[in-house]
T-cell receptor, first 113, second 113 residues
């Protein structure tokens, strides 16, 4: 059973470009969470999605950030018009149900030049 | 969400038992205690979870006193490969509400020969 997959593992963007981060949850998992980790800090919750629905986006910045988890395909975290402060590691986690353990992917390291 | 406090760093030697204590004075009735391990450039890895008393699995034990205001992660006979950051999390698990994990800065464990 493959774990949580994320791609790309590393992403470099220039200021003003768009970044798209993908997450494929573990097989059978329909709950997906996105977290951001700045250097030397712990992970910060961003958004929680269940197939086709955003359940909790209380940790998402109000502008430029969006997330989706379509019926088919991976979950996408989209950052429009990136700025240097968006440089961080973005982790996706998935769980079987809302109350089950979350399993994390390897992360995408975004660098904004 | 209950706030957690844990030591910033700990040092140990191979073969020793390591105990990392986490304080969570305002833990709520619905909260579970979960520990994750994170290596550099990787996503957090689930170690163990508990609600009260003692939980043991193949890699660690978790001790939770009756008042649940603290918990101790015990790693038996550590090796160099156990060098990592260990996070203590306290989460409110509500059916249908997801589990918005809150990571602190964790405890950096360094194991030496």
């Amino acid at each position: 059973n493959a774990g949580v997959m994320q791609n790309p593992r590393h992403l470099v963007r220039r200021r003003g470009q768009e970044a798209r981060l993908r997450c494929s949850p573990m097989k059978g998992h329909s709950h997906v969470y996105w977290y951001r980790q700045l250097p030397e800090e712990g992970l910060k919750f961003m958004v929680y999605l269940q197939k086709e629905n955003i359940i909790d986006e209380s940790g998402m910045p109000k502008e430029r950030f969006s997330a989706e988890f379509p019926k088919e395909g991976p979950s996408i975290l989209r950052i429009q018009q990136v700025v240097r402060g968006d440089s961080a590691a973005y982790f996706c986690a998935s769980s079987l149900t809302a109350t089950d353990t979350q399993y994390f992917g390897p992360g995408t390291r975004l660098t904004v030049l | 969400l209950a706030k957690t406090t844990q030591p910033i760093s700990m040092d140990s030697y191979e073969g020793q038992e390591v105990n990392i204590t986490c304080s969570h004075n305002n833990i709520a009735t619905n909260d579970y205690i979960t520990w994750y391990q994170q290596f550099p450039s990787q996503g957090p890895r689930f170690i163990i979870q508990g609600y009260k008393t003692k939980v043991t699995n193949e890699v660690a034990s978790l001790f939770i006193p009756a008042d649940r205001k603290s918990s101790t992660l015990s790693l038996p006979r550590v090796s160099l490969s156990d060098t990592a950051v260990y996070y203590c999390l306290v989460g409110d698990i509500l059916t249908g509400g997801g589990n918005k994990l809150t990571f602190g800065t964790g405890t950096q464990l360094k194991v030496e020969l």
